[in-house]
């Protein structure tokens, strides 16, 4: 897998730029570092997307799954496939973990990866897409042959400066796809999204949008959905509305690829889900009398969806603030969201950065209006406090880290972590 170390080095000068440069000039300039970066590092790799069939996937939510489903599918149809997410680097077979707490690395290690992508002799190459990346032009250079939008609700506001501001970035993306030079572009719409019809106003040559009246009806349990896709009956492996809608983009894309619709049915039914996406968590040889989940959720939105995929039945949840510095106003707004749909709530450290952690979590307690919550600071006793408490049939929710290697702290500290393991090792602890 690609290494990061020439972008390192640039990215360390302007590091130590910044200490000696005054900031309104540093910020001047900023934006024409990143574009030089941009096209340096497609040039050196000889700008390999242009040989490539290459996918973008963006939106506020949803995006990795769906990068996951579209890569299942094409697979499943015998196809050579390259992914690039928060959740991992995968050439072929290869894969390792994205350990970079970024789902977008540096400009070099994207156009390496698209290079070594086009060595293995790959098919497609899936990417996921931020606004961040947008912001950084890391999307430069891209020869885009698709996009997918999955929903967009408000995120990354301070570095934006407003939502419409990481709207436009969003649909950036779609401007940079109607540029390319590839033949039989797609751009695949939420069309469910209040923000769709933006994704849509460019002269790209085939536009579809999808929508959750396409699968009706459909039945929701903690495990599985239950839909109709293209007329015929499907158990879908992953619960919640949402992960039907990542579904739905990921088949709509495939079909306009031309697959066949029963190799779609066929991946849906063998998917076996994401890393610290909706997993499932149980140690290997026991199985608990209760269901431990961990998910990546870390806005309003998604958090309340994720909740309401467990009806009828009493959740304790531990959650925190990912990123400390940023979106502050959605602090005690998540808080009255786990007040309301949870039984018990326990909030606890999660990426601080500079800020103070406890007076987070505090805010986020301020939200609370029920006297169900409890605040513990260390994060594995947390998940500890958690598991100790939990009855058989009761389902213990750990959400906002999924993947994330580190916990985050002051002045670039970082600390080494990994929800599922740790909760696999106090599972195995609690239960034996």
């Known amino acids: 897998m690609p290494s990061l170390q020439p972008a ?9 730029a910044r200490k000696i440069i005054p900031v309104p000039l540093f910020h001047f300039f900023q934006p024409a570092y990143h574009y030089i970066l941009a096209f340096l590092g497609a040039a050196i790799y000889g700008f390999p997307s242009q040989k490539l069939a290459v996918i973008a996937v963006t939106g506020t939510k949803g995006k990795s799954t769906t990068v996951e489903l579209i890569a299942h599918i094409l697979e499943t ?52 897409m ?34 419409e501001k990481y709207v436009a970035a969003k649909v950036e993306l779609a401007l940079e796809l109607s540029r390319s030079k590839k033949a039989n572009r797609v751009v695949v719409v939420n069309g469910d999204d209040k923000e769709a019809f933006k994704f849509l106003d460019f002269p790209i040559p085939t536009k579809i949008a999808f ?17 109709i896709l293209f007329g015929k009956p499907l158990i879908l492996p ?32 063998h998917f076996s889900g994401v890393r610290g996406r909706m997993e499932r968590v149980s140690p290997e ?58 039984d018990h709530v326990i909030l606890t450290n999660e990426d ?7 007076a987070i979590v505090e805010q986020m307690a301020e939200g609370v209006k029920k006297g169900n919550c ?26 906002g880290k999924g993947t994330d290697p580190y916990i985050m702290g002051q002045n670039g500290s970082k600390a080494p972590w990994d929800d599922r393991r740790v909760t696999e090792e106090e599972l195995r602890a609690h239960i034996t």
């Open 285 to 342: 040889g026991i199985t608990p009398p209760f269901d431990v989940i961990v998910d990546y959720a870390h806005t309003a939105d998604s958090l309340e969806k994720v909740y309401r995929a467990f009806p009828g039945v009493r959740k304790i949840c531990i959650l925190g603030n990912t990123g400390g510095g940023r979106d502050k106003w959605k602090r005690p707004l998540m808080g009255g969201i786990a007040g309301y749909y949870c």
């Open 238 to 269: 992953l619960p919640g509305e949402f992960n039907i809608m990542n579904a739905l983009a990921a088949a709509t894309l495939a079909r306009a690829l031309g697959i066949h619709e029963d190799v779609i049915h066929e991946a849906f039914a």
């Open 130 to 163: 931020t606004s961040q990346a947008v912001l950084q032009y890391r999307h430069k250079w891209l020869a885009l042959s698709a996009l997918v939008f999955t929903n967009l609700s408000p995120e990354h506001i301070e570095s934006h400066g407003s939502y």
């Open 8 to 16: 390192s080095r640039l990215e360390n000068l302007l590091h130590r």
């Open 77 to 128: 149809s015998h196809q050579k496939v390259a992914v690039l997410s928060t959740v991992h680097f995968r050439i072929g077979e290869k894969t390792t973990p994205n350990l970079y707490k970024m789902s977008v690395p540096g400009r070099f290690f994207v156009q390496r990866f698209l290079k070594q992508a086009l060595e293995a002799r790959c098919d497609y190459v899936i990417l996921e």
């Open 374 to 399: 409890e605040i513990i600071m260390d994060r594995r006793e947390a998940i500890r406090k958690a598991i100790s408490i939990a009855r058989p049939g009761d389902t213990v929710l750990i959400t």
């Open 211 to 227: 929508g959750l009246h396409e699968v009706k009806p459909f039945a929701l349990t903690p495990r599985h959905s239950q839909i």
């Open 352 to 358: 601080p950065y500079d800020e103070d952690p406890r």
